[in-house]
Structure formats: structure tokens, C-alpha cells
């Protein structure tokens, strides 16, 4: 399995999308100069019957995709047009859909797509973790698909990005940032108490030192009194010396099976990375699939996931309680964020990133701001 150091694993590995807002934000900070990305080799999609499919995201795509029968191919692929040439400000591409009353529901029937293309459509191009959008307003919807084909258009194998040697490059990335600013971090420092002041946070305490603040962020672990159980994720690690079958040899990809391709509730995930990435030994693979718990029997809820990896090495399972901040942290200044879902990608993760910046800002993040991309951040 080669040297010790050659191997850099998350437990909670997530991809980043090419032109998400994350993407926007980590350029924003100047972190970006300090962390190098490389694409995701590959998107896929799982449908009924055991088959992974490349998720189409163009038109092109639509017409050759084996997901669906040809007429379903003609329909899907008039949908993404409609979806690319949306313009706001021009009602001749609008097709008689009011994107502010219409419900996602009502666009799939006006394009006559089928429940399987709507599956897919949902959950590996929007993105949604449940069908509940579905009787949402469709804006929001066809702007996370159009964010995927632009995410796609812009590195050409998928949408998504992955920091070479792991997302442990991002938090070593702030620390030299934060350095240059005159920051300090302390690593490995007990947390003892978040010391409060007629309900307002003052400081955190580490043994006899005390560092005075104005505000904390911080995770669920830290202030158990202050978060709620919604839930669990299940994962499970799995170390493999090929890659993931039926992916044309990906040395790195994701694989999302819609909740009602395998008779769930929620979706199931399949992040797999490898030596390109240089987070494993020349020749390895690391594989986590991940899902909400919804049985009684956690490690079985993952097998559809785990049944698409072929021979696994070895695997690490683990179920992790789902918290979230019962108050807004207004008051106390104390602003926490909610775990890690079973995605594995960070769009949640990143609205949760914007929710605590407008709660500790009292206003919305301004994107307007950010001025390069991550090309030109690399220049």
C-alpha cells in the first residue's frame, strides 16, 4: 500500500462545483493561491436495474445518453435547450413558463418528461436531496441545471473540482492566509468552555488561558447545549486498487442512485478519488459512500452504493448523528454551523457557509465582489 505519506483521506470527502458559489468565495478570501484543483473525471448517475450512466448536461449529451428511449431523448434535450437559453429579461424564451409561479412539477409535464428523467434531472444535475422541489417554484431548480452545464462547459470531463493531496489543503491553506494578516491558529488546543457574559460570548477558555473575543463560529461539537439531532449519515470508506467499474477507468468520479431508483427516501453517494488526486499510493483508490439513515441497519441502507465498487480492500463504516443550531445565535454572538450531510458535494455546505455569514454580518454575502476566477487566480 506504499509509504504512510502518501496517503491523505477524508472522512468526509466533497467536490466542489466548477462555478458554484463556494468556488467564488474560497477565491474572494485569497486562499486559492496557496491550493491547486484538479477536475473530477467523472458524473454519474445510477438507474434501476444496476446500470451507471453518464449524467448528460447538454444537448449533444441528451441525443447519444443510453438513460433513456429515443423519444424521451428528444424531449430531455429541448428541456436543457430551454434551460440554457432562459433569459430573464426576454420573454421569447420563456415558452409560456413563469419561472417565479410555475413548480418544478409543472415543467417536467410541459416537456412531457418521464419519473426516471425527472429523477436524475433532481437529484445529478439540481442536485436536491429529496422530491420535495418538485412543488417548489422552479427557479431555483433550473438555475443549479444551468449551473451544472456551465460548471461542465468550463473543465469539460464534470463539473466538479477536488484540491490535490484532499480537502486537508483547505483549512492548511487559511492558516498561511490567516498568518499574513497577523492571525494566529493553535492546533491541537483543548476547547474547555465558550465563556458567556449575560448571555453574550466573551472569550474561550483552554485550560488557565482564556482568548477574549467578540464572536465564535463553530461547529456542532463544541456547544452540545446549543444543537438538535435531525438525523444520521451513514459512510464507509473503502480503499480499492481499481477503479470504480463501468466509469471508462475514472480515476476520480461521483456516482449519485436517486432514492427512488433503489425504493429509499434518500439519495445514496459514491465520491471516489485516487493517486491523481495524490491523496492515495500509485495504483489506489478511496471510495465513501454515504447516505441519511433511514433503517435500523445503517450498513446495509449503503449497499447499492457499495455493490457498484467492485472488490473492496478494506472498508471503514460509520454512522454520524445529523446536528443543527436550535437558535440563530444572534443573541449570544455564539454562530454554529450544522454537520456534514451525506452529499458529496458542497452546495449544502455552502448555503450553510452564506446562512452563518448573513446571521454574523446582518447582511447577505455580496458576490459582486469577487473579481478573478480560478484561472486567473493561478496566473
Known amino acids: 500500500m506504499g509509504r504512510g505519506r502518501d496517503w491523505n483521506v477524508d472522512l468526509i470527502p466533497k467536490f466542489l462545483m466548477a462555478n458554484g458559489k463556494l468556488v467564488s468565495l474560497l477565491i474572494h478570501t485569497g486562499v486559492t493561491r496557496y491550493l491547486e484543483f484538479k477536475s473530477v473525471e467523472g458524473s454519474y448517475v445510477y438507474k434501476q436495474g444496476g446500470h451507471v450512466h453518464k449524467v448528460p448536461a447538454n444537448e449533444k449529451e441528451a441525443l447519444s445518453t443510453s438513460l433513456m428511449g429515443m423519444f424521451e431523448k428528444r424531449r430531455f434535450r429541448k428541456f436543457l435547450i430551454f434551460v440554457q437559453e432562459y433569459d430573464e429579461n426576454n420573454p421569447s424564451t420563456h415558452q409560456g413558463i413563469n419561472v417565479k409561479t410555475w413548480t418544478m412539477k409543472q415543467v417536467y409535464e410541459k416537456f412531457g418528461l418521464d419519473q426516471n428523467t425527472a429523477d436524475f434531472t433532481g437529484h445529478a444535475l439540481a442536485l436536491h436531496r429529496d422530491d420535495e422541489y418538485q412543488n417548489q417554484i422552479c427557479e431555483d431548480?433550473?438555475?443549479?441545471?444551468r449551473l451544472y452545464s456551465d460548471s461542465l462547459?468550463?473543465?469539460?470531463?464534470?463539473?466538479?473540482?477536488?484540491?490535490?493531496?484532499?480537502?486537508?489543503?483547505?483549512?492548511?491553506?487559511?492558516a498561511r492566509?490567516?498568518?499574513?494578516?497577523?492571525?494566529?491558529?493553535m492546533l491541537d488546543k483543548p476547547s474547555d468552555e465558550i465563556v458567556m457574559e449575560n448571555g453574550k460570548v466573551v472569550g474561550v477558555r483552554s485550560g488557565e488561558e482564556t482568548a477574549r473575543c467578540k464572536m465564535v463560529v463553530c461547529d456542532p461539537s463544541y456547544v452540545t447545549d446549543k444543537v438538535k439531532k435531525v438525523g444520521q449519515v451513514a459512510r464507509c470508506i473503502c480503499l480499492m486498487n481499481h477503479p470504480v467499474p463501468n466509469t471508462k477507468d475514472s480515476l476520480s468520479c461521483q456516482i449519485i442512485i436517486p432514492q427512488h431508483q433503489v425504493g429509499r427516501h434518500a439519495d445514496i453517494y459514491v465520491a471516489a478519488v485516487s493517486y491523481s488526486h495524490q491523496?492515495?499510493?500509485?495504483?489506489?483508490f478511496?471510495?465513501?459512500?454515504?447516505?441519511?439513515?433511514?433503517?435500523?441497519?445503517p450498513e446495509a441502507e449503503l449497499k447499492p452504493g457499495l455493490d457498484l465498487l467492485g472488490p473492496i480492500e478494506e472498508k471503514f463504516f460509520s454512522v454520524s448523528d445529523l446536528l443543527e443550531p436550535v437558535d440563530d445565535g444572534k443573541e449570544s454572538q455564539v454562530f454554529v454551523s450544522a454537520s456534514f450531510d451525506a452529499s458529496t458535494h458542497f452546495e449544502t455546505t455552502c448555503l450553510d457557509v452564506l446562512?452563518?455569514?448573513?446571521?454574523?454580518?446582518?447582511e447577505d454575502f455580496d458576490f459582486t465582489k469577487v473579481k478573478h476566477t480560478l484561472e486567473e487566480e493561478h496566473e
Open 177 to 185: 492566509l490567516s498568518a499574513i494578516y497577523g492571525g494566529t491558529y
Open 355 to 362: 446562512d452563518i455569514y448573513k446571521r454574523a454580518m446582518g
Open 141 to 145: 431548480t433550473l438555475k443549479r441545471i
Open 286 to 297: 478511496i471510495a465513501m459512500v454515504s447516505t441519511t439513515v433511514e433503517t435500523s441497519n
Open 279 to 284: 491523496v492515495a499510493s500509485k495504483g489506489w
Open 153 to 174: 462547459a468550463r473543465y469539460g470531463k464534470s463539473p466538479y473540482l477536488y484540491p490535490l493531496y484532499g480537502l486537508g489543503e483547505l483549512p492548511q491553506g487559511f
